[in-house]
C-alpha cells in the first residue's frame, strides 16, 4: 500500500537525479515516486526508464511551478491528499516523508544541509522535537504540500519561467489566505542550484536573465523584491492579523 507521494523536476543534472531518487524510493514508508523530466537533454529520461518510478517527459522546457502544478494535479486526481515536492539536487533521510506528513501542518519544509553526516540519523529526530523548531521561513527544495492548500490558495504561478521567485510569490499567498508554512529542523541534503552551476554559458545566461525578469515581476506584484527588508515586512504579524479580519 503506498502511503506518500514525492515529486521530482529534473532539468539535466542525471547524477544528482540519481541520488534523489534512490533516496525518494528508500523512504521508511511506502512512497508513490514521480519525477517529471523538464526537457533534459543528458540522458535523464532514458535513465528513467530503468526505474521503477512514475516518469512524464516535457517535449519543450517549462516553468519549475509548473512542473510542479503537473505533478501535483496528478497526485490530487487520483486521490492523495498531500505530497512531498523536491528538487533532483537533493537527497532524504528515510524518515523525510513519514516525520513531515506527521507534523501535520499544511505546508511544512525540511532545512538544508551540506553534506550526508549532517543529516544525522533516523533515530534522532521525533514529531514533538521538530514542533519545537518551528521556524516561520520555509525551504521550497523539500517541502510537503497537503491538498487543502492549493484548494485555498490556488496553483503556483507559471509565469516565472524558468524558475526562481515562484516560492516567494506562494509564500506570500499562503500568508495572505492564513496559511502557517514553516519549517523544522529536519535535515537534507542540498547540492545547490545545480541546474545553473552546470549549465552551459548560454544556459546559464538564459537562466539568470529569466531569474533577473522574476524578481521584477514580483516587485511589480508586490511593491518590493525578495530578500529585502520591505520583502519581510509582507509577513509582518499586523499585515496578517489585518488580513485574518478582512477574511473574517
Known sequence: MVAGSIVIVARNNVEYTKAAVRTAIDQDVPCEVMVIDNCSADGTMDWLKTRDVARFFNPVQLSLAACWNQALKIFWRIGCEEAL??????????????????????????ISVRN???????????????YATERPHPDF?????????????????EKYFPAFCEDCDYHVRMHRAGIRAVAV????????????????SGERQRIERGAERNRERFREIYGCRP?????????DEASFGKVLRMRA
Not at 94 to 110: E, W
Not at 143 to 156: A, M, N, Q, S, Y
Open 116 to 130: 550526508r553526516e549532517e543529516m544525522g540519523t533516523v533515530e534522532d529526530r521525533h514529531v514533538p522535537t521538530l
Open 185 to 200: 529542523a529536519l535535515p537534507f541534503v542540498h547540492h545547490g542550484s545545480q541546474t545553473l552551476r552546470t549549465a552551459e
Open 141 to 157: 527544495s523539500c517541502f510537503l504540500i497537503r491538498k487543502e492548500v492549493t484548494d485555498r490558495v490556488g496553483w503556483f504561478d
Open 227 to 235: 530578500g529585502t527588508p520591505e520583502y519581510e515586512k509582507l509577513f
Open 85 to 110: 515536492v523536491v528538487n533532483n539536487d537533493v537527497e532524504l533521510r528515510r524518515d523525510t516523508y513519514r516525520l513531515l506528513r506527521s507534523h501535520g501542518g499544511p505546508f511544512v519544509t525540511c
